[in-house]
C-alpha cells in the first residue's frame, strides 16, 4: 500500500513536469534541454527561501515565476540569437547548474526541520490520525488538479490557440500577422514554469536539494509524455493533459518495479532502457500491419 | 496600390554560385487589380512573391505599399494587409486543430491573441455558411481536425482563411498546382468570386496558361527576372492561351528548353 502511495505522490509530482515537457515536445515541437535545469532551479529557490523561514506555499509561485525566465532566456537564446532548439537548451541548462548552486549556497541542502508545504500545522490539523500517510497525495494532487485545469482552460484561448499553431504550422502564425517568434517564447516560459514548479514540490516532499536531481528530468518528462500520448491515442474523451499525467504515474510504476529487482546503481540504466522500450513500443503499429500483409 | 521600385536580388551573394535574380526590377500594381504572372521555372515568380511578403530581404530597392515604404517591414507586420495562399495545402492550416478552431483562428488576424475564450460561439454560424458555400461539406465536420482532410479541402480552407478578415492584397503562390483538375477549377472560381466580392488586389503565380488568361484583367510573363510580357485590360482580354503558349515557347527555346 504505501509502495503505491509512493507511487502516486511520486507519478503525480513529476506529472507536473511532464505538463511542462507536454507543451515543448507535442505542442511546440520543441526538444527543450532546459528541463534538465530548471527542475533543479525549482528546488534550490525553494531550498533558499524556506531556509530563510519563508512561507512554503509563497515558494511555489517564486519557482513558478523563476522557471517562466528560464523558459524565455531558452526562447530569446533560440528566437533572436537563432541558436538551434536543442543546443539552447543545453546552454541553458550547463548555465543554471552554476546559478542553481549559487541560489542554494552549496550541492546539497537538507530541509528536514523547515516547514513545508506537506509538514506544517495546517497540514498535520487537517490530516490527523488515520489520514495522516495520505497528507503528500492529498496536497500534490491538488497542485496537480490546478496546474491541469488552468493549462486546459489556457489551450482554450486564443493565446492558446495561437501556441498550438506555431508547432504545428509556424507560417500560418506569420500569415496571421503575429511573430511567432514571441509564441515559442512564450510556450517555453510557461513550460519551464511548470517544470521549475515540480521541482519545488519535489524538494519540498524530499526535504532535501540536490544539485544533481535534475539530472535525467528530461528524459523522465518525454517518457511520461510519450507513454500517456500513446497508450491513449485512440481515447479522444481523455484530454492530452488527463494522458500525459497517468503517463507519468505509469512511468514512475514501471521504474518502481524496475527497481526492486536491481542494484540502487542501475537506476539511469533502467531508466534508459524503459525509455527505448517505451518509444519502440509507442511507434506507429500501422507499419506493421503493412509489412505483414 | 502596390510598387516595387529598382528592386535587387542577388542569391548567394559572395559565394562562386552568385546568381543576381533581379536587376534593377520594376512593377506597379493598381489598386483592384488582378494579376496573373506566368514564367518559366527560375524566371523569379515566387521570389517577387516572397519580396513582396518580406519572406526573403532584397539587397537594394524600395517595396511600396500605398506609398509608404515597407521593405524594412517584417514579414508578420506586413501580413496584417496580406493573405497568402500556398502551393502547399498543408501550409495555410492547422493539421491538429478542428476546422472551428482553425477558422476562429483565421478570425481574429490582426486582432489581439489574448486571454479570451478561442472560440467565439456567436460567429459558428456564420462560419458554417461561408464553409457551406464551398459545397464540399465541411459545414458538417466542425469539430473534425484539419489534418484527416483532402489536399483540396484544406485548399479551399486556407483560401477561406486567409480572406476572411479585411486585407488589401491577396497573394496567390501556384494555389491550384497541387491538386486535381475538377478541384483546381473549383479552388479557382471560388478565387474569382472572393476577389471580386472582396475587391482585393491580387498577384496570382500560374503554371496553368489557361487560368492566367481566363481570371484576372491583366497578365504578366516573366522571363530571368525580367517582366517579358505585360498586358492589361482590353490587351489582356482579347488573349488566347495559344498566344501565351507560344511566347512561352520562344523564351523556353532561348534557354535551350
Given amino acids: 500500500m504505501s509502495m503505491i502511495i509512493t507511487i502516486l505522490e511520486q507519478g503525480l509530482i513529476y506529472g507536473i513536469l511532464a505538463l511542462g ?21 525549482g528546488a534550490s529557490i525553494t531550498a533558499a527561501m524556506i531556509t530563510r523561514g519563508m512561507n512554503p506555499y509563497i515558494t511555489l509561485l517564486a519557482a513558478f515565476a523563476v522557471g517562466v525566465l ?12 537563432k541558436v538551434r532548439d536543442l ?7 550547463t548555465a543554471l547548474w552554476s546559478i542553481n548552486l549559487y541560489i542554494a549556497g552549496t550541492a546539497n541542502v537538507p530541509l528536514f526541520s523547515q516547514e513545508t508545504i506537506f509538514k506544517n500545522d495546517l497540514v498535520s490539523g487537517l490530516f490527523a490520525g488515520a ?9 500534490v494532487l491538488v497542485i496537480v488538479v490546478i496546474c491541469k485545469i488552468l493549462l486546459d482552460a489556457y489551450l482554450r484561448t486564443k493565446s492558446g490557440f495561437l501556441l498550438r499553431a506555431v508547432g504545428d504550422n509556424d507560417i500560418l502564425v506569420t500569415s496571421l500577422a503575429k511573430d511567432q517568434g514571441n509564441v515559442k517564447i512564450l510556450g517555453l516560459a510557461l513550460a519551464n514554469g511548470l517544470v521549475c514548479l515540480a ?8 526535504r532535501v536539494f540536490e544539485i544533481s536531481m535534475g539530472t535525467g528530468a528530461i528524459v523522465i518528462g518525454l517518457a511520461s509524455v510519450i507513454i500517456g500520448t500513446s497508450l491513449f491515442k485512440n481515447l479522444s474523451f481523455f484530454k492530452a493533459t488527463t494522458m500525459v499525467l497517468i503517463g507519468s504515474i505509469i512511468y514512475k510504476a514501471c521504474v518502481a518495479i524496475a527497481i526492486r529487482q536491481f542494484e540502487p546503481q ?9 525509455f527505448l522500450v517505451i518509444l519502440i513500443l509507442s511507434m506507429d503499429r500501422k507499419k506493421k500491419v503493412k509489412t505483414n500483409a | 496600390m502596390l510598387e516595387l521600385r529598382g528592386i535587387n536580388k542577388y542569391y548567394n551573394p559572395g559565394t562562386v554560385n552568385e546568381m543576381c535574380l533581379f536587376q534593377d526590377f520594376n512593377l506597379k500594381v493598381e489598386k483592384g487589380e488582378f494579376v496573373s504572372v506566368v514564367g518559366s521555372n527560375g524566371s523569379g515568380k515566387t521570389s517577387m512573391l516572397n519580396i513582396i511578403c518580406g519572406s526573403i530581404p532584397v539587397e537594394a530597392g524600395q517595396i511600396l505599399v500605398n506609398d509608404e515604404d515597407i521593405t524594412r ?3 508578420f507586420v506586413r501580413n496584417r494587409k496580406i493573405g497568402r495562399v500556398y502551393q502547399n495545402p498543408a501550409v495555410g492550416t492547422c493539421p491538429s486543430m478542428t476546422i472551428l478552431e482553425n477558422m476562429s483562428l483565421a478570425d481574429n488576424k490582426g486582432r489581439y491573441f489574448g486571454l479570451s475564450r478561442g472560440i467565439n460561439k456567436a460567429r459558428k454560424e456564420h462560419y458554417r455558411e461561408i464553409l457551406g458555400q464551398l459545397g464540399l461539406g465541411l459545414e458538417e465536420k466542425m469539430d473534425v481536425k484539419v489534418g484527416s482532410l483532402s489536399g483540396g479541402q484544406r485548399q479551399a480552407m486556407a483560401l477561406l482563411m486567409s480572406t476572411m478578415t479585411p486585407i488589401e492584397f491577396l497573394i496567390l503562390d501556384e494555389h491550384t498546382a497541387a491538386l486535381d483538375p475538377k478541384t483546381a477549377e473549383l479552388i479557382m472560381r471560388l478565387t474569382d468570386q472572393i476577389v471580386k466580392e472582396k475587391q482585393l488586389t491580387t498577384i496570382m503565380v500560374t503554371h496553368n496558361l489557361r487560368y492566367a488568361v481566363e481570371y484576372g484583367n491583366r497578365l504578366i510573363m516573366m522571363h530571368q527576372g525580367d517582366c517579358i510580357l505585360d498586358k492589361a485590360g482590353k490587351d489582356k482580354q482579347n488573349m488566347e492561351t495559344d498566344d501565351i503558349l507560344r511566347q512561352f515557347n520562344e523564351i523556353s527555346i532561348e534557354c535551350g528548353n
Fill in chain 1, 199 to 206: 521541482g519545488s514540490v519535489f524538494c519540498q516532499e524530499q
Fill in chain 1, 21 to 41: 515537457v507536454y507543451i515543448t515536445y507535442k505542442i511546440l515541437d520543441f526538444p527543450d534541454l532546459t528541463v534538465d535545469g530548471s527542475f533543479p532551479l
Fill in chain 1, 266 to 274: 542501475s537506476m539511469k540504466l533502467i531508466t534508459a532502457v524503459l
Fill in chain 1, 87 to 93: 543546443l539552447s537548451g543545453i546552454i541553458m541548462m
Fill in chain 1, 70 to 81: 528560464a523558459g524565455v532566456c531558452t526562447g530569446l537564446i533560440h528566437v533572436k540569437c
Fill in chain 1, 131 to 139: 489520514l495522516a500517510p495520505y497528507a503528500t497525495l492529498v496536497i
Fill in chain 2, 73 to 75: 517591414q517584417k514579414e
